[in-house]
């Protein structure tokens, strides 16, 4: 029989604070081992390990991420780029972003953020595997590129129309080409997790680290994870090339690729893409590959953003982050690229803090944090909010006026007074309405029924201006 526990009464709530700060995003707290059974025998992670090791993110907003848009001018990929350096911060939790260079414009681009002169992301660049396309990094200067090596069989036999060795000569000839022009090579295993890892992948990265050897640290080879097809699992117990957990360690262990070299790029056609991202880092990749708000081609990849609180619950602090950044490149995005996200999407949608339930306004109404995910206006500027439909009630108008007011603490307005506005409210209903009261309605009947509180309110913040 299970160990019968019994009620624990206390005097004081048990907020569990240590875990869910508010001021931050919850921590993600490590108390237990992390196994895996590969070949037979069970393999120990060591998740707490994420504390200290140098865990980061890599962007590729301006590649993958222009493969589902219409194309950035070069001024608003300037602009994009001074805002992943703002949300990097001077630590680099941003630690990469790259750049197609076949075109003047993209070469333009690839300049105009150099500029810039930020250290963090470092600007890098993606070729082809060809010897030809290195002839752009090398014009460019950039230090370091990607090299498109696909790997599966559908690619080396379908597409490229060669053998495995033929392929595999090629692509070791093209990775020797760039260490001997002094560019580091980051090798793109596209779609890996349809591919023969151990018959094909495992033998390719182990000659990547054997070309690495005696090599100074800032040429040693990359190897980047593609899971082109979302096909990739996180769950324990999936066979390869789809276990994510199984396909680090092969890497790590049987390659000879340390963490600290690897990267996982995802994308999203099976709704894994943030999950297989964060368990790549769990299981020993120290970088993720992400574009903002997810935006990539088909599905899209791991979100930027998503993966920056992440981050934080990891390391349980910003580190130099500034997430007010998200917030300003939603606003870019909408009003100068014209791409509007959608309203509930995670931390950047119109609508992802507000609520339509009146239970929930009710619980927002007497503490913010029983219904916010963290405090959401001291790190991205968008406080908890109320959207009015049947569904609010009373305590959905009056956090809706209240919050509009800006009154706080005891010069907030009872439901008791703004039971004419509640009466508007549900009469409409009745009446047959299925759509939400719009801002500027709910602005009118405050006007109407509270023109003192209103007109204070326009004092304050013509006084504010």
Known sequence: MAHRRELVEVTQPRLLEEMFPYDLPPRIVFDSRVCEEIDGELV?????????????????TFRDGQQSLPPYTVEQTRRLYEFLVRLSGPNGVIRQTEFFLYTDKDRAAV???????????????????????????????LRETGILTSCSDYHIFYKLRKDRRQILDHYLGVVKAALDAGIRPRCHLEDVTRADIDGFVVPFCTRLAELSEGLPEHLKVKVRLCDTMGFGLSYPGVALPRSV???VYRMTHDAGIPSDRLEWHGHNDFHKVHINAVTAWLYGVDAVNATLFGIGERTGNPPLEGAIF?????????????????TDLVNYYEHEIGHTLPDNAPFVGKHFATTRAGIHADGLWRDERIYNIFDTMALLGRPPAVAITDKSGADGVALWVNNFLDLHG???????????ICRWVADQYAAGRTSTVSDQEMIAQIRLHLPEQYEAFMQRRRQKQ
Request: hydrophobic share 40%; glycine share 8%.
């Open 44 to 60: 120990e992670f060591a998740p707490k390990a994420l504390l200290t090791r140098d865990i980061r993110i890599t962007d590729t």
């Open 111 to 141: 300049e105009a953020c150099r500029e810039v002169g930020a250290r963090f992301p470092e600007i890098t660049g993606w070729i082809r595997a060809d010897v030809g396309d290195l002839v752009n990094v090398e014009k460019l200067g």
């Open 245 to 247: 957990p199984k396909l």
């Open 310 to 326: 992440e981050y934080v619950a990891i390391k349980g602090s910003l580190n130099g982050v500034d997430t007010h950044a998200i």
């Open 410 to 420: 005891k010069e907030r307005l009872s439901k008791i007074k703004l039971h004419k």
